[in-house]
C-alpha cells in the first residue's frame, strides 16, 4: 500500500511541476505579446491559459498532501 501511495505522490509532484512551468512561461508569453504590441489582444487567452495552469498546479498540490496525510496515518502508529 505504501509503495502505491508513494507512486501516486511523485507523480502528483510531476504534474504540479508541470504546470507551475506551463503557468510560468503562459505568463512570459503574456508578457512579451504586451511588451511587443501594446495592443493586448491576445493577452485574454493567455490569462485564461495561466489561470488554467495555476488552478491545475493548486488541484495536483492538494492531491499530494493528501496522500502524505495518508502516509502519515498509516505510519504514525509506528515508533
Do not use: C, H, P, W
Not at 502516509?71 to 502508529?77: E, K, R
Request: glycine content about 8%.
Amino acid at each position: 500500500m505504501n509503495t502505491i501511495l508513494i507512486i501516486l505522490l511523485v507523480g502528483f509532484m510531476a504534474m504540479v511541476l508541470f504546470s507551475l512551468v506551463k503557468g510560468v512561461v503562459a505568463f512570459l508569453r503574456t508578457t512579451k505579446i504586451d511588451l511587443e504590441t501594446g495592443d493586448g489582444e491576445t493577452v485574454t487567452e493567455m490569462q485564461v491559459l495561466q489561470n488554467k495552469a495555476m488552478f491545475a498546479r493548486i488541484k495536483y498540490q492538494a492531491l499530494a498532501i493528501v496522500v502524505v496525510a495518508i502516509l502519515l496515518a498509516m505510519g504514525g502508529g509506528r515508533s
